[in-house]
């Protein structure tokens, strides 16, 4: 798989620009890096870049602050960060330091993060706007107000001080929403690298090996094409796969079960987000195939209705309805399809919606509804379609061959002008393609 180029530098300038433009030229955005935390003892946690922050600067590191002034005459971007320090940086690798923020990062002025009480208040002297994501850090959210007071006790008379504290997140995370050419190559990159991982471990997965043994064939994937997993990821057998969060990854795989997986892999900062649903021995059951086929029936009507114009809640109701309309059939609901739809009676088996937003993080930023309205799809929207049955044991009233059985098949969607684009369909989905992967698999490890 060709790795592909890193997004340039250019972009991360049109980035802050749109933003700065929205903003208006009167306000400050404000926005830290995120913060190293500690795992136990003195060992931390990897590090991973505030999405907002690594959006605007393709910055890593941490200890740094990115502030945009629209308008000011020495320069409108000023980055503060680390400093070089070569016996740091032999423990832990080299800093780009200030100096070498201007060329690597398009920065106008960066300084020393140390000198951040010295000159920030300056920065926000005159700017009656303050743009910053509030709550998030309670201690950097004491120290902004600090500096806002010593910038407004440092006023000249005439001049306006900060007296409006805007959510940054109302401008920037609706221009996340959109993907770039650049973000969805990248995007279609991390989910081939989660689409091989999920080759793989059908591949593998046979009785006898446990739930860990197959998330390591996962891991060992994603690792070595360069990238990591997105989030930790689901490895369910049996009834292991009707819990939705399930991270234990404890379990046996035993014949006659099914395997759920969700796992994505992040490839400079973008993540893919993929669920299938397998026999653990290769051959789908009867019972096993009918509820299998009502998921992918419901996906498949999920993304007719993946194109502009279409609100966000249309895959949704798609999906919802043959589900529903299945489990009727079935015998799991009872009543009509209308009254079910209405009540909600369809939760019991299918508790959440068909969807998230997908980009820098798994469960994306952007608005979902604009005033009371669902929002419209758009070329460059990504999202998920994840439709999911879930029949845990000793669900009453339902017979006991549909019970144990969790479900769920994920696709990462792109908006396209003229429909989507599926940027997981690496993976196979149809029951006999499953089948015959693992069928192939066993017979060149016999």
């Not at 003229?418 to 066993?442: F, N, S």
């Amino acid at each position: 798989m060709p790795t592909p180029a890193p997004i340039k530098r250019t972009e991360y300038v049109r980035r802050r620009r749109q933003l700065m433009r929205e903003a208006g030229g009167d306000a400050i955005l404000i926005l830290p890096a995120a913060a190293q935390r500690l795992r136990n003892g003195d060992t931390h946690f990897p590090y991973r870049q505030d999405s907002d922050f690594l959006y605007l600067s393709g910055f890593h590191e941490p200890e740094a602050l990115l502030v945009l002034v629209p308008g000011r005459a020495h320069g409108e971007v000023v980055l503060f960060c680390r400093e070089r320090d070569p016996v740091r940086e032999a423990w832990d690798g080299p800093r780009l330091g200030p100096e070498g923020a201007g060329t690597a990062l398009g920065v106008d002025d960066a300084y020393p993060i140390a000198d951040l009480d010295e000159i920030l208040p300056g920065l926000i002297e005159g700017r009656p706007r303050v743009y910053y994501h509030f709550g998030r850090d309670t201690e950097f959210d004491v120290k902004l107000i600090g500096w806002v007071n010593q910038a407004r006790a440092a006023l000249s008379q005439g001049r306006q001080s900060p007296h409006e504290f805007l959510e940054l997140g109302h401008l920037l995370h609706e221009q996340r929403l959109f993907k770039s050419r650049d973000e969805l190559r990248l995007m279609r990159h991390a989910a081939g690298i989660a689409a091989e991982a999920h080759r793989a471990a059908m591949r593998a997965a046979r009785p006898g090996l446990t739930e860990y043994q197959i998330e390591a064939e996962l891991l060992y994937v994603m690792r070595r094409g360069n990238a990591v997993p997105a989030y930790p990821p689901i490895v369910g057998s049996g009834a292991n796969a009707c819990i939705l969060h399930y991270v234990d990854s404890a379990g046996p795989l035993a014949a006659g079960e099914l395997l759920l997986i969700d796992a994505g892999a992040e490839y400079a900062g973008y993540a893919s987000d993929i669920t299938r649903t397998f026999p653990v021995d290769g051959v789908f059951t009867r019972e096993q195939r009918t509820l299998y086929d009502l998921v992918l029936a419901a996906q498949t009507a999920a993304l007719e209705q993946a194109r502009p114009g279409r609100t966000w809640l249309d895959p949704h109701r798609a999906a919802v309805e043959v589900l529903t309309e299945g489990m009727l059939r079935l015998g799991l609901l009872k009543g009509s399809l209308k009254q079910c739809l209405k009540d909600g009676s369809f939760r019991r088996f299918y508790p959440h919606k068909t969807g998230h937003w997908l980009g820098l993080d798994t469960h994306d930023v952007g608005d979902y509804q604009l005033g009371d309205a669902f929002r419209l799809f758009e070329p460059g929207m990504v999202f998920t379609i994840e439709p999911g049955l879930y029949i845990p044991p000793g669900s009453k009233g339902v017979p006991a061959r549909w019970q144990g059985v969790g479900i769920r098949i994920e696709d990462d969607v792109a908006i396209s002008a003229d429909g989507h684009e599926v940027l997981t369909d690496a993976v196979p989905k149809q029951p006999e393609a499953i089948e015959a992967l693992m069928a192939e698999a066993r017979r060149q490890a016999a």
